[in-house]
């Protein structure tokens, strides 16, 4: 099961611990959710996720200081009590010392940031999002071209590694050759990105390893990126029937997201670069509601209609 080491959450988010004392070296976060326990503070505890991060903003640090000694010795206990993986204050709020007591009681970790309530929870689930994102690795290229992330596929050898490398010098960006880690962030969004051990290098048969980066400068490579259409590269088939009007999309699927695909002969003469950089501006243009091969049909109707009626 995927997992975030709190330890990584504190360091990720540049966050101060309040209770050094708890132990936080085993503590892992295993789902994206979090809670803002307002109704758990209120005394409601039924249906309550243990497994999610708690996050106090202004609201709720203001109600738990109006509380009473007693009502807050019953609900620091029932909610601490409960194996939560940590609670974080925001906007730099310090929680009082019956709260960390009841923290230390329970062995709960107790966090702080300085950051406002709205943006730390929109940053904190963008980060346990992708880290939690199911994942799976494929053998390919991804290449952002045009701001379309654009995932080359084929057999071992057939010249994604080489379409990739002009695509660079054309002057867009590499994100990850050999290797694609796929995440699925939501049911419309797969991101793809490179293992950190071959991020930013390619191989060439003949040549070897190539650092691009280096090569072409930090501008010639990304990190991550969406992955919006897939480009098969197979070797030409004289015999096989290749569309040649686009009419009707074609989908490939990774962990059950459907993605454009296009599937590309090769043969000798066939610009790859070329070729993927206009499936992608083709693909743009599919995105604001232009299509080339549905104008081209109806060029054609419009054109068999005034001849039949002519005639």
Same mark, same amino acid.
């Given at each position: 099961? +995927?997992?975030? &080491? ?7 988010? $540049? ?26 503070? +209120? ?15 202004? #609201? ?11 009502? @807050? ?14 609670? *974080? ?18 062995? #709960? ?6 950051? &406002? ?27 952002? #071209? ?9 057999? $071992? ?11 660079? @010098? ?15 962030? $939501? ?22 390893? #190539? ?8 501008? $010639? ?44 002969? *090769? ?24 299509? &080339? &091969? ?18």
């Amino acid at each position: 099961m +995927a997992f975030v &080491a709190l330890e990584e959450l504190i360091g990720k988010m $540049s966050l101060s611990n309040l209770t050094p004392e708890v132990d936080i070296t085993s503590r892992k976060i295993i789902i994206q959710d979090i809670n803002r326990p307002a109704l758990q503070l +209120a005394g409601f505890f039924e249906h309550f996720d243990t497994s999610r991060v708690e996050i106090i903003g202004f #609201v709720e640090y203001s109600y738990m200081e109006q509380l009473d000694e007693e009502r @807050k010795r019953y609900i620091y206990d029932e909610l601490l009590k409960t194996g939560i993986p940590c609670v *974080i204050f925001c906007r730099d709020l310090d929680p009082d010392p019956l709260f960390l007591e009841y923290a230390l009681k329970y062995g #709960v970790p107790v966090l702080k940031t300085v950051r &406002a309530t709205s943006d730390f929870e929109a940053e904190i689930i963008r980060f346990l999002s992708w880290k939690l994102a199911p994942c799976i690795s494929i053998h390919g290229v991804l290449v952002d #071209v045009y701001g379309e992330g654009v995932l080359i596929t084929g057999e $071992s050898g057939i010249g994604k590694s080489e379409a990739a490398l002009e695509l660079v @010098k054309r002057g867009h960006r590499l994100i990850t050759d050999d290797v694609v880690e796929i995440r699925k962030v $939501s049911d419309e969004q797969l991101v793809g990105s490179a293992p950190d051990i071959t991020k930013h290098f390619i191989e060439l048969r003949g040549i070897g390893i #190539v650092d691009i980066m280096s090569l072409f400068g930090a501008s $010639s490579v990304e990190d991550e990126h969406n992955i919006d259409m897939v480009i098969q590269l197979e070797d030409w088939d004289k015999d096989k029937d290749y569309d040649r009007l686009g009419l009707e999309e074609e989908y490939t699927e990774y962990l059950g997201n459907k993605i454009v695909c296009h599937n590309i002969p *090769i043969r000798p003469g066939r610009n790859l670069a070329v070729i993927c950089e206009t499936a992608a501006v083709n693909y743009r243009q599919k995105k604001m509601g232009y299509n &080339a &091969a549905r104008e081209l049909y109806k060029r054609v109707q419009e054109n068999l209609a005034k001849k039949k009626n002519e005639t």
